[in-house]
């Protein structure tokens, strides 16, 4: 069974938003026509205290409770079942989904009989390429939508290598266009 993981796809990751990823926005068409196609969406949430030592990588972004953090408006999130919080503690990045501190990532999937999961949504040098690691790890068969999809690029190039080492730890590249 095919699960679809939504990652960080929140206003501050997106254009005009405090850590805005180039062309974040562009993954919401893509994302809101692929979830009608599986029996299970769950989505992360970057989900930051006001002081965090994350603040001192990055500028302040997705506080929990702000508009930062809500969902980007135009993501059809009434489709997604379960939100997965991260990042909430003052010491920890939590950049994967499966470091989320409300519920448990791979317990939930694995209680819904998921046992492909397709992962996309933002950032993918960030937080897609650690929850996408960490899916492998937790024995999820693990896709990466590339098309949905965008990264910080911090460093020219940073997005390429992370899809570069997450295909090398297993993960199956796919366009949406090729997902039955
Ligand atoms: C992310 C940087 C800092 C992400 C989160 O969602 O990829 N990136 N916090
Ligand atoms: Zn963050």
């Known amino acids: 069974m095919k699960g679809l993981l939504v990652v960080d796809v929140q206003n501050d990751f997106c254009p005009g938003g405090s850590l805005a990823v180039p062309g974040g926005d562009k993954v919401v068409p893509v994302l809101n026509s692929l979830m009608k196609n599986f029996p299970v969406v769950v989505a992360s949430k970057d989900w930051h205290p ?40 003052n010491k920890d990045d939590g950049y994967s989904a499966y470091e989320a501190t409300n519920l448990d990532l791979a317990r939930y999937l694995k209680e819904k009989g998921i046992d492909e999961l397709y992962v996309a949504g933002l950032a993918t040098d960030y937080c897609v390429r650690a929850s996408a690691l960490d899916s492998v790890k937790n024995g999820f068969k693990t896709y990466l939508i590339t098309d949905a999809i965008a990264a910080v690029d911090l460093k020219a190039g940073d997005g390429e290598a992370a899809i570069e080492e997450m295909k090398k730890a297993g993960v199956t590249l796919v366009h949406s266009g090729d997902i039955a």
């Open 50 to 89: 006001h002081q965090t030592v994350h603040f001192t990588k990055w500028p302040v972004h997705c506080v929990h409770n702000t508009k930062g953090a809500e969902f980007h408006p135009d993501l059809e999130s009434e489709r997604i079942q379960q939100v997965f919080l991260k990042g909430t503690g």
